[in-house]
């Protein structure tokens, strides 16, 4: 049975005119005639036929004309209207249940398969072979100007959005393009050249083209692995060979030349690693040390004369005589220059060349990828730490006395007068009154205030009187850097004489007295080792010294020395601040001289009895911060921080302020960063 679409049954209608739908019936063949008909009332009619509901995008506009000669099923008849929509740039995408017209432009449906070829659809075809940025090249020019190619990395494939009967074109052309030639594999171990030197050797004669074969290289087992075409692996592997030929039974010889390192340290800890035997660094040495096993490689033994820091003094002549002895010892060649180090095993041999701070491995390629490879990760800039230290001294002294002393009888000094002198100053009164032969000055006393009364030569009063206070704040804020795990020392002080000992000498006739005396550092000394830990954690063994002077006098003998010394091993965070050790004291001494039972006495007691009240308070803490320094950029913000800190103690010393007037305040801050 044949029907007649029924919006064209009226051939001679006005143009975009249709008549009313009549009933279709279904499974009849369709013989389609349109010639000028609104898209709209053509998908209206398709609906019918086809049974499909379709949704037409406010953009599908415009006026259709066809003609099939032969009638059509219902599907023929659905392929006919979407080869209708794609000459009109429009498409019919399936959403679900229903079917919706919109241009082609917007036209994107899931990946799937069962599609006509007519119909918009998103395709992945994956490679094997063929790199997608190469594919999506070669396919975008016959891709429809509304669908697009995209190329993936992971997995390796592209994306194609098109009609699908493109899209079934360009996978054929995908296949064909990937599956000519095939892949190939190839584990090339080498005995004696080098892999990395072999590999980079081939991959600069292939170039870096997408269809060049891909080659790694693994130094631990001397192997070079090539990925691609068959011919390419082939010929990889025949150049790899070539190049493999031995050139002689010798050994492959290289100088590894390190940016931080230290060569004598890396050949140690290869020495150990790989367990050789220890080279003399010097034939001569060698020859000596065969010849005579007294004396060891490397070192001559010879006499010389050692003169140690002992002086004799001639106290009359005041001649300072140095005594000296002599003994023998045993020197190293070469002293003055640093001393090459190396071993041997046998299959290869490793010497330090410290001049150069390079090393010298002659060996077999394999174990000379490996020494290669050890050393680089040896070869790292090592972190330095900058140690600062604050000591911390608070002291404050109190001192009052009060005595009054008295006598009868005859013949007294018969002085009266009274004065205030101090010690503190450059001459006291006691002194200008001795000076002018005054009377007073035989009573008087050196500090205080001293007041006497006396009537005639049978009565004398004396009367005394001291208060005294100090107070002293010391601070000291050392600071060092040095390397990581590196022991380090700063001292800032005097080098005092100490006397040891005295003699005498008779030479000729004439008694000689000697007098010997050390030497030793007096002031402030910081020595610490740092070692960082994982998690910006420093350990550090410090030992912290301060000493000074108790009466700073000329001379060697009888001298004091106050010492304040902090032995200990602690852990501190990076930039963060930790107290070491410290003390609080406070000392009070009441002593009181009275004449028995009149000193009881109130009131009248005063007279017969002298008081004496000291009060000492000291408080001493040492604190510590460290930071690690890592890189150049760090180590140039402490030291311009370091600097700028010694502009302002410059600019400080041009303050000419009174400290009597105006007296300075606490040096402490609120908080510790300030202190350093």
Not at 1 to 12: C, E, F, H, Q, R
Not at 52 to 57: A, F, G, K, Q
Not at 430 to 447: C, G, I, K, Q, Y
């Amino acid at each position: 049975m044949k029907a007649l679409l029924p919006i064209l049954a009226l051939a001679g209608a006005a143009v975009g005119q249709v008549p009313p739908p009549t009933p279709f019936q279904p499974g009849a063949d369709v013989v389609v005639n349109m010639h000028d008909v609104d898209i709209a009332a053509v998908a209206d009619q398709i609906s019918r036929i086809t049974g499909r509901t379709l949704i037409l995008d406010p953009q599908v506009r415009g006026q259709v004309t066809v003609t099939s000669a032969e009638p059509l099923s219902n599907e023929a008849v659905w392929d006919l209207f979407q080869s209708v929509l794609r000459v009109h740039g429009f498409a019919a995408v399936r959403s679900g249940r229903v079917w919706r017209v919109v241009p082609q432009a917007n036209a994107v449906r899931d990946v799937g398969g069962g599609y006509p070829g007519a119909q918009v659809t998103t395709r992945l075809i994956r490679l094997h072979n063929v790199a997608p940025e190469t594919a999506a090249r070669i396919f975008r020019p016959i891709v429809a100007q509304f669908g697009s190619v995209e190329p993936l990395t992971n997995p390796n494939a592209i994306v194609v959005t098109d009609y699908a009967d493109n899209i079934r074109r360009i996978e054929a052309l995908a296949r064909a393009l990937d599956g000519s030639g095939g892949t190939a594999f190839e584990t090339i171990t080498l005995a004696r050249a080098s892999a990395k030197e072999v590999g980079q050797a081939i991959q600069s004669l292939f170039g870096t083209a997408e269809s060049a074969p891909k080659v790694a290289v693994d130094e631990r087992s001397n192997v070079v692995l090539v990925r691609g075409d068959p011919r390419s692996v082939g010929e990889a592997k025949h150049m790899a060979e070539r190049m493999d030929r031995p050139g002689g039974a010798t050994p492959i010889t290289r100088v590894i030349r390190l940016k931080n390192a230290d060569a004598e340290s890396v050949t140690d800890v290869l020495r150990g690693l790989l367990g050789g035997q220890d080279q003399s660094p010097n034939p001569i040495a060698r020859t000596l040390a065969n010849a005579n096993p007294t004396i060891g490689a490397g070192a001559i033994g010879t006499s010389i004369t050692n003169t140690p820091s002992t002086l004799a003094t001639n106290p009359v002549t005041g001649a300072t005589t140095t005594a000296t002895t002599t003994s023998s010892t045993t020197l190293p060649l070469s002293s003055s220059s640093p001393q090459s180090t190396g071993f041997s095993t046998p299959d290869l041999a490793v010497q330090s060349a410290p001049e150069l701070n390079a090393i010298v491995v002659r060996a077999t390629p394999a174990n000379l990828a490996q020494i290669q490879s050890m050393v680089e990760q040896l070869d790292v800039r090592r972190p330095q730490v900058m140690i600062e230290a604050a000591i911390v001294e608070i002291t404050g002294d109190k001192a009052e006395a009060l005595g009054v002393q008295f006598g009868l009888g005859k013949n007294l000094p018969g002085v009266t007068g009274a004065t205030s002198s101090f010690t503190n100053i450059d001459v006291g009164i006691r002194d200008v009154l001795a000076a002018l032969n005054v009377p007073l000055a035989a009573v008087a006393s050196s500090s205080g205030f001293t007041g006497a009364i006396s009537s005639g030569d049978s009565f004398q009063l004396l009367v005394q009187a001291l208060g005294t206070s100090s107070k002293a704040n010391l601070l000291s804020t050392p600071s060092i850097t040095t390397l990581d795990n590196q022991p380090a020392q700063i001292v800032v002080g005097q080098n005092v004489p100490f006397r040891t000992g005295s003699y005498t000498t008779l030479a000729g006739g004439t008694t000689a007295p000697f007098t010997t005396i050390e030497r030793q550092d007096v002031g402030l000394t910081l020595r610490i080792i740092p070692r960082i830990h994982d998690g910006e954690v420093v350990r550090l063994d410090v030992s912290q010294e301060v000493s000074s002077l108790t009466d700073p006098v000329s001379g060697a003998a009888d001298l004091i020395t106050n010492r304040r010394s902090i032995q200990t091993t602690v852990l501190a965070d990076n930039a963060q601040t930790i107290v070491l050790g410290g003390l609080i004291s406070d000392d009070r001494i009441n002593s009181k001289s009275q004449v028995p039972v009149l000193g009881d006495i109130p009131i009248i007691g005063n007279a017969f009895k002298s008081r004496k009240l000291s009060q000492t308070k000291r408080t001493l803490f040492v604190f510590l911060r460290p930071t690690i320094l890592r890189t150049a950029e760090q180590a140039a913000v402490a030291t311009a921080g370091k600097y700028a800190r010694l502009r302002s103690a410059e600019a400080d010393l041009s303050d000419n302020s009174s400290l009597l007037l105006d007296p300075p305040k606490a040096r402490l801050t609120v908080e510790i960063w300030g202190v350093y």
